[in-house]
């Protein structure tokens, strides 16, 4: 059952140096707070899982949290690119990056893959495609039944996802609505996982058709974080603040710009902060 508890307590017993950690969200519902609490307990030589890095991959990359990025899609979106994750794959500053790069549908089913608990992906994909000349983990299998040529990549198999969501009850039970990507995925597909909520409720009321409920067995720890999500949109809650896409841009360019943001928003700030963001942006 899920145990409620506060952030820095939640990524301390469950973020471990070494982890595989994906933090999901597809532009909605992006687990910023969490990711800020991981920067400030100094987690060290993870393997970042996402489909879309962009913002929160660049501060924990700028910030030498990552070894590794396996990923489907790389930028500041509507913007351009990521200074940090460049500067650390060109340059390695502050510590060098190693890449796993797939298409969206690769890891998408290598989503899938990982919660149902198999050890790969099969889909018809990569057909004329030059990635798996430099990502040996692309693979061509023989269908048995039909002889159809398929592409495999392994599963996803995460020590810790960390996912936002709008409510939880009291009873562990979490629910997304909106536009969601792979959240569900990323939680059944890990060992341990953490999910930052807006509010804590006694009960789930109606809600729209595409709600996503994951039961409280398989949550590890619940924590409320208002505002959780900011920069990116909680719907129902507050908007996207489009602005500070924008902003990220020039912050990021410089390596002491950069630092100097995180000293003051990060390092000397908590999750507090995130809800009157969230006033902001709403």
Known sequence: MAEVLDLAAAVEANVRDGDVVAMEGFTHLIPFAAAHEVIRQKK????????????????LIGMGAADKLVFSWVGNPGVGSLHRFRDAYENAWPTPLALEEHSHAALANAYDAGAAGLPFAVFRGYRGAELAEINPNIKEITCPFTGEKLAA???????????????ADRQGNVMFEGIVGVQKQAVLSAKRSIVTVEEIIDEFGPHSPNAVILPDWTVGAIVKVRGGAHPSYAHGYYERDNAFYKAWDPISRDRDSFRAWIDEHVMRKGPDVFAAHAMRAA
């Open 44 to 59: 060290k030589h993870l393997t970042l899982v996402r489909m879309t890095p962009d913002l929160i991959y660049d501060q």
């Open 153 to 167: 990549v392994p599963a996803i198999k995460l020590d810790v996802a960390i996912v936002h969501a709008q409510k």
